[in-house]
């Protein structure tokens, strides 16, 4: 159990996501959302979001995940609610990871128009912010295997 917990702690921590972390940690997704709460109120999870919270403090690493799960985050909920809309309860919707998801539209002829973040978008950020993220640390090794420690050619 003390691993699950762990699991499900270091899923929340990145996604930000109830449902999706129980997912993650093996819960069937009927399931996942009761499941998910019992696991982050359990002694164990909070212990595990507080270590990583501690040792996470940064606000560029919260930048960092948005967007890693904008570049690399499923989409499968999203297109779920484009096919079976009109079956869907609330709480259904209510459950669904919509993180990448930037707009959604009904228009007049009841068709459901979605519109999702960019990925290449987050990619090219990702980039630019990559100096800044790992505090020049693995940009600083790349550049010093690359080209010496004193910065000389090898």
Known sequence: ???EQKR???????LRNLREAALH????????EDRGLELLHSAETEAELKKLEEA???TLSYVKRGLNRIAFGAVNDAVKLLFDAENMTARDIMGMDLFNVS?????GKNVLEIKFFD????????????PQLDGGGESKRLIENIYGRDGDSL
Do not use: P
């Open 1 to 3: 159990m003390a691993g």
């Open 25 to 32: 940690t093996g819960a069937r997704a009927e399931e996942a």
């Open 119 to 130: 990925r290449q978008k987050a990619l090219e950020k990702l980039g630019e912010l990559a």
């Open 56 to 58: 996470d403090s940064d």
């Open 8 to 14: 499900f702690a270091r899923f929340f921590f990145y």
């Open 103 to 107: 707009e959604i539209k009904i228009s």
